[in-house]
Structures are given as structure tokens and as C-alpha cells.
């Protein structure tokens, strides 16, 4: 029997990825994710919630968690596409490039951590809420769809995307809103 899979985008973070490491929520982004955790709570009953470790996850998570009264459970491999040895001063820029190209074209790091993504996705046995990142979703939506782009959609923050996972893989309900997405 197939499980379904909710993917959140965070909502608007209080940072941009070139001046702060693990911003917070802005006072937008709390304000999507209140609403978000409203919507989720009227429409699916309670299950499983994982975040990735950064605040900002966890601070989209932590009203849908109230509702629900659970804590989000802190999983790495929903953490955001690792940059650790970029100089800060060009985090952007190579963002930016790695989003412009294709899986096929990534370091064996980056391709380790999609499958990361990919393994714990696939793993699931019961419906689960992940609180996550832009491209971590674009990492699961282009693996159903067979692109080896890294960005396959561009998902708004707060927005929902539903997946179905089964043993027969992981297929797309339904894609969350998408927005012309800034870095930040």
C-alpha cells in the first residue's frame, strides 16, 4: 500500500545564503508556516514530521508540531545542499551554478547526498510531513520525473508537494505552489 510523502518547502528565511550560515524564519516566513501547519492539520491527521537540522526548518516545523503535540524528529538527510569548503563570499555564485546544471555534472559528494535524500525517501513505511529545502525537493521531484537536472520546479516557500512511495517506487500526487525563487 503506498504511503504518501509531504514535502514543505521552509518558509522565507530571515537571511540570505551569501551573508548568514543558519538563518531563522523572517517574520513572513513564521507567518507561511503558522498557515502551513493550519492547512496541513485540517487536511491530514497526525503522522510522522521530520526537519532537516537548520533553523529554519525547524522553526516551519515547530507550529505544525504544536498542533499536532509531537516534536519534529531532526533528520540530516533533509538538510540543504551541502556547501562546506565554499568560501562564504561565493556561496551564491555556486549555488547558483550548481542549480543551473545537471546531476550528471555535480562532484560524487553532492551526487552522495542526493542519494541520501533519495535512500531516506524511498525508506519511508508510513505517511510523513518533511520540513526541507528548495533543492532537496528538486532532488526527489526530478528522480520520479528521470531528470538529471538539479531544478526540476520551483517550489514556493511553505508550499506542499504530495508523493506517494510504494514498493514500487515514488510517484507524484501532486506538485506544491511554485514562485520565482530568490537565494537567499
Known sequence: MPITIYLVRHGE?????????????????????????????????VTNLYCSPLHRTRATAEPL????HKEAIIKPELSEV???????????SWLTRVMAGTWPEQSSRLNSWRTAI?????????????????????AIIGAMEKSNNVIVFRPDHC?????????????LIEKGQEAVTVVK
Open 13 to 45: 528565511a530571515a537571511g540570505s545564503w551569501d551573508n548568514a550560515l543558519d538563518p531563522g524564519l523572517s517574520e513572513r516566513g513564521a507567518d507561511q508556516a503558522s498557515k502551513m501547519a493550519d492547512r496541513l492539520c485540517q487536511e491530514i491527521p
Open 65 to 68: 508540531a504544536k498542533l499536532w
Open 82 to 92: 551541502p556547501s562546506e569548503g565554499v568560501d562564504f563570499g561565493d556561496r551564491r
Open 118 to 138: 533519495l535512500d531516506f525517501t524511498a525508506a519511508q513505511t508510513q505517511d510523513a510531513v518533511f520540513v526541507t529545502h528548495f533543492v532537496v525537493i528538486n
Open 159 to 171: 508550499s506542499v508537494t504530495k508523493i506517494h512511495v510504494s514498493a514500487d517506487g515514488m510517484s
